[in-house]
T-cell receptor, first 106, second 116 residues
Framework: KDQVFQPSTVASSEGAVVEIFCNHS??????FFWYLHFPGCAPRLLVK?????QQGRYNMTYERFSSSLLILQVREADAAVYYC???????????FGTGTRLLVSP | EAQVTQNPRYLITVTGKKLTVTCSQN?????MSWYRQDPGLGLRQIYY???????DKGDVPEGYKVSRKEKRNFPLILESPSPNQTSLYFC???????????????FGPGTRLTVT
C-alpha cells in the first residue's frame, strides 16, 4: 500500500536547526515534496526533488526511500504542520503523510 | 494571478441536506483533486480528475461525488452529509509531470464543513 510516514510532533527551540524525517512505501516514487500548512491557509510547497536541495532556510535531504526537512534558525513563527509527500509517477498521484506538527519554544 | 478558489469557505449544515462545494482554477490544468484533512490523519484524497469527464476515486470516496464538465471546475458533492464528514476540505489543481521539476500542485484556501 502506498504510504508516507512522518512523526506526529517535533519540538524545537528558537534558533536551533530542526529536522523532520519522512520515509515512504509509495510505488514508483522518486521525488519528495515538503509542504507547510498554517491553519486557515492553503498548504504551501517549500521544497521538492529527487536530490538534496535548499530553498532559503529549508533544506531537503534525499535518500531513495527517505527524506528529511531541515529548518535552519527556527523561529516561533515556524510553528505549523509540515507535510511530506511522494509522487507516484505511475498514477500521477501525490501521496501525503499524516503531517508533523512543529512546536517551537522561545 | 494563478489561483484555486473554493466556495464556501465555511459551512455549517445538518445531516442529510445535500450540499456542493465548488472549486475553480485558472491555470488550465488537466488534473484536479479533492482532499479532506483531519487531525492525526493528514491529507487524504477523496476524488481526482485527470481531465474533463474523467474522474476516479481516491482513498476515501465514500459519501462523496464529483463532476468535471469543464476543465476549470471540479465541484465536490455531498448528497446526504453525515457528521463524520465534518472536516476541512482542500481542492487542488495539478500541473502533471513525471519528475518533481515539472510537477506542481496548487491548493485552494480550504472549506471548513461542519455537519450536525
Amino acid at each position: 500500500k502506498d504510504q508516507v510516514f512522518q512523526p506526529s510532533t517535533v519540538a524545537s527551540s528558537e534558533g536551533a536547526v530542526v529536522e523532520i524525517f519522512c520515509n515512504h512505501s509509495v510505488s514508483n516514487a522518486y521525488n519528495f515534496f515538503w509542504y507547510l500548512h498554517f491553519p486557515g491557509c492553503a498548504p504551501r510547497l517549500l521544497v521538492k526533488g529527487s536530490k538534496p536541495s535548499q530553498q532559503g532556510r529549508y533544506n531537503m535531504t534525499y535518500e531513495r526511500f527517505s527524506s528529511s526537512l531541515l529548518i535552519l534558525q527556527v523561529r516561533e513563527a515556524d510553528a505549523a504542520v509540515y507535510y511530506c509527500a511522494c509522487l507516484n509517477t505511475g498514477f500521477q498521484k501525490l501521496v501525503f503523510g499524516t503531517g508533523t506538527r512543529l512546536l517551537v519554544s522561545p | 494571478e494563478a489561483q484555486v478558489t473554493q466556495n464556501p469557505r465555511y459551512l455549517i449544515t445538518v445531516t442529510g441536506k445535500k450540499l456542493t462545494v465548488t472549486c475553480s482554477q485558472n491555470m488550465n490544468h488537466e488534473y484536479m483533486s479533492w482532499y479532506r484533512q483531519d487531525p492525526g490523519l493528514g491529507l487524504r484524497q477523496i476524488y481526482y480528475s485527470m481531465n474533463v469527464e474523467v474522474t476516479d476515486k481516491g482513498d476515501v470516496p465514500e459519501g462523496y461525488k464529483v463532476s468535471r464538465k469543464e476543465k476549470r471546475n471540479f465541484p465536490l458533492i455531498l448528497e446526504s452529509p453525515s457528521p463524520n464528514q465534518t472536516s476541512l476540505y482542500f481542492c487542488a489543481s495539478i500541473k502533471a509531470g513525471n519528475r518533481a521539476l515539472s510537477y506542481e500542485q496548487y491548493f485552494g484556501p480550504g472549506t471548513r464543513l461542519t455537519v450536525t
